[in-house]
């Protein structure tokens, strides 16, 4: 085994490398992307630069990434040093990464439909798949306990890559940002790898950090390039496979909380993004200016300290990370309490109404669906009520008791054209518990009463608009139709229908 001090010196040239390379290869692919005609135009909603800027930057990434690892292999094989850097880490992810890339590439110029991206993102993770990058079990970060996958495998070791691929996409929409997080995200898996002895990932993971390093001169803000999808796509994946062989101390499993942490920005804003578009009914795939930096902007913060206040972030989620790699599970479950709690206050203060809904539903969920259940039950029973009235002043009272339960504030019973002999509708009977109609908008619900063609009676019931329907309304109809109408029509039958002797009444109770 190498001692980790033998590891300096291949670590160092592999930064220094890439670093160097994405330096000197980034103007040549900003300058070629501008000839071409290759830029990215401001649209005043998602694309917030001021002047077309040129795409492609990931370009240069993957390059001077790929220069670096490929010349850490040339000079191992030739003895110059110990690195130990194996194919199966490096050749493999190279492969999968260029494919992504690829793609990314061909979005940049010309675009490409997101089915087509995800098919090819895709067939990379399952090409790493059965080259060594497999999530084959998770840890519990409680207790520190592998919980095999099994069949599960594959997929969710798919979904891993795929996830964190457009993940990293999804946030590169300020200059610099991508990229920086990126690197803050990079930073805390190489620490990673090298706490879990992991050191041929923690070489690959070097070459990625300067890779960025060296870009960041010429994405941060006042941007001259952009990442683009050939690198958001490429960089995103790397770091997907970068913790799936760093962050674990085995090939067996993958620890949980460690790697979700240091790449918690990218996670929970495509988290967010999913979780609105599809409480929204919006396309999943369709690009919107919803996203956590667009929220800030919102709220008045400027490109660069959103970028920078996100760097901040990024840190503080890369520390904690790191924290949860000890093997005290007390600190690694505080770790995680505290994080989901302060993750999800600041959600709060983003101001996304889909989350304000959520917590609505979760303070008053239950306590309603308790008591629409009660009023479902209620209703299932009443048309037998209905049936027990012998009179018209019964069935009313039965009438006003459902409408108090249903928090109703008005009913009103209309004779048809059959009842009296001069065949115009009158007031029956009347409830009120105030003039809602006059003070405040209100729905007034219809219910033809049976009878024949001219109909026997109506009812009318008023609510308040504000006022939530704690009850399945069919079972409301379903009651007035087989018990109120029937008894109804009865009733109204003792008393001779053409000699106008039935009674109105009007019970006006106060509020």
Not at 18 to 24: D, H, P, R, Y
Not at 128 to 151: A, C, E, I, K
Not at 218 to 236: E, R, W
Not at 469 to 488: I, K, R, V
């Amino acid at each position: 085994m190498i001692e980790p001090v033998w590891l300096l010196w291949p670590t160092v040239l592999s930064l220094v490398v890439s670093a160097t390379a994405a330096f000197l290869l980034t103007p040549a692919v900003r300058n070629f992307a501008r000839q071409r005609g290759w830029v990215d135009h401001p649209d005043g909603r998602r694309k917030l630069h001021l002047n077309p800027v040129p795409r492609l930057g990931g370009v240069a990434v993957f390059a001077a990434f790929a220069l670096a690892c490929g010349l850490l292999v040339i000079l191992e094989r030739m003895d110059v040093i110990a690195a130990r850097i194996s194919p199966s880490a490096y050749l493999h992810l190279l492969a999968a990464c260029l494919a992504v890339a690829g793609v990314g590439v061909i979005d940049d110029i010309a675009d490409v439909r997101p089915l087509a991206k995800l098919i090819v993102q895709a067939l990379a993770a399952v090409y790493l798949y059965f080259n060594g990058y497999q999530v084959t079990g998770l840890s519990n970060p409680f207790t520190g306990d592998s919980m095999d996958l099994g069949v599960l495998s594959a997929p969710l070791t798919v979904v891993w890559f795929v996830g964190m691929s457009n993940a990293f996409n999804l946030i590169d929409g300020l200059d610099g940002l991508a990229a920086g997080v990126g690197l803050f995200s990079t930073t805390t898996l190489f620490i990673a790898c090298a706490i879990n002895q992991r050191w041929e990932i923690a070489i690959i993971a070097a070459a990625l950090g300067g890779a960025l390093l060296g870009f960041l001169r010429y994405n941060f803000n006042p941007a001259s390039v952009f990442l683009g999808d050939s690198g958001a796509l490429f960089v995103g994946f790397a770091l997907a496979a970068i913790a799936v062989r760093g962050s674990m101390k085995s090939s067996a499993a993958i620890a949980v909380a460690a790697p979700v942490l240091a790449l918690a920005i990218p996670i929970l804003d495509a988290s967010i993004a999913v979780f609105r578009r599809f409480v929204r009914g919006d396309d999943l795939f369709r690009a919107d200016g919803d996203h956590i930096h667009h929220r800030l902007l919102r709220m008045g913060l400027t490109p660069r300290r959103v970028v920078i206040l996100l760097y901040g972030v990024a840190a503080a989620f890369g520390a904690l990370s790191l924290l949860t790699m000890t093997s005290r599970s007390q600190i690694v479950g505080l770790v995680v309490i505290a994080t989901s709690v302060i993750t999800w206050i600041g959600v709060q203060q983003l101001g996304y109404a889909e989350f304000a809904e959520i917590q609505r539903a979760f303070r008053f969920g239950l306590v309603n669906e308790r008591r629409a259940v009660g009023n479902n039950v209620y209703l299932m029973a009443l048309a037998e009520r209905f049936t027990k009235a012998s009179d018209l002043d019964q069935l009313w009272a039965v009438v006003i008791e459902f409408a108090q339960r249903l928090q109703f504030d008005g009913a009103e019973l209309r004779s048809g054209g059959t009842l009296l002999a001069s065949g115009h509708p009158r007031v029956l009977r009347e409830w009120v518990v105030n003039d809602i109609g006059r003070t405040e908008p209100s729905a007034v619900w219809t219910v033809p009463l049976g009878g024949d063609n001219e109909g026997l009676a109506t009812l009318i019931l008023m609510r308040s608009l504000r006022s939530p329907s704690q009850f399945e309304s069919s079972h409301l109809l379903n009651a007035l139709n087989l018990g109120l109408a029937p008894q109804l029509h009865s009733v109204l039958n003792a008393v001779a229908p053409h000699d106008d002797r039935i009674a109105v009444s009007r019970d006006r109770p106060s509020a």
